[in-house]
């Protein structure tokens, strides 16, 4: 306890909380209307530092566990290759698999479109499925192993050409779920910095995907009413 602030630390701070003191309608409130400690008489700055404190407390959380994951077991890394994987086909029926699409593909250009990596590639190809409904499309995937040392069929180039369906908003569907091409190995921190330079980074890639879930859902609310829950 400081001269003017009380503050507690628990044994396990899952998050975090920060106030000022409000005005009671009681008349054995120890706070006067006019008293500078209570949060409606401080200033915006110090209002706006109450409501993300909490948040950055669980920030900084996430930041720990992570640091202390890495320098310990290691954290899962994600590298990335070019194109988009298509983890599942929607029906046996779907635009996509009467296209000649299968399961595991992984599509490295569409609409004459080399594809980058990460989430861009996902978007793009989403989007010129959505942009070309009853159009064909042109679509590049490559199918099998690129390691063919393992017994499996050596990596093949596969042209394929799709006409997405019209949904009744006017869009394109051809009935696949996507994924980035990503592979996720278990990486273990050579020292305390690197495990920060590790943590910060796992920290930023989760918060971008949360903001990226929410950003969907509310723009994009009709194409991903199916993944909600409950």
Known sequence: RGPEVEYSVRLFPFGGFVAFPESSERSDSKYAEDDAGLLRNRPISDRLLVISAGVLANFVLAFGILWGQSVNSGLEMTTYGPGVR??????TSSVARRAGLREGDVITSIGGFDLARGERA????VKTVRANPDRDIEVVVKR???GAGDGSAAAQVVNVVV???KLD???????????????TNKVKAANALDGAFMATKETARITKLVLSGFG???FHFQQNV????G
């Open 122 to 125: 996902v978007d793009k190809v």
């Open 144 to 146: 099998g192993n690129d």
């Open 86 to 91: 298509v983890p599942e086909l929607s029906s």
């Open 216 to 218: 969907n859902l509310i």
């Open 163 to 165: 006409r997405p369906e």
């Open 169 to 183: 908003d006017g869009s394109g569907r051809i009935g696949i779920q996507l994924t980035p091409n990503a592979e």
């Open 226 to 229: 199916d993944k909600l829950a």
